[in-house]
């Protein structure tokens, strides 16, 4: 990702499952999945790009996750991405 983003402190205080050590805000190479559909912004379904285990990702039909992530939702919401 080569932009720059600002995440409010508090998100990032809720997101304490976070096992990547929070590698979407501290690394600028690091691809997030991307958003296939979303509910009013609040409800956001993903395809992962990856296979690892992330405590906030959970299975949504045959290709979907959706994602409870609080700041892969503040990235969605604020930049679209």
Do not use: Q
């Amino acid at each position: 990702m080569n932009l720059t983003v600002e995440i409010d402190k508090e998100t990032k205080e809720r997101a304490t499952e976070c096992e990547k050590d929070f590698a979407c805000l501290a690394d600028k190479n690091h691809t997030l999945c991307k958003v296939e559909r979303h509910v009013h912004e609040k409800v956001i379904f993903v395809k992962c790009l990856d296979r690892k285990h992330c405590a906030y990702k959970m299975p949504f039909g045959f290709s979907l996750w959706m994602c409870n992530c609080p700041v892969r939702k503040e990235f969605f919401k604020r930049y679209k991405i």
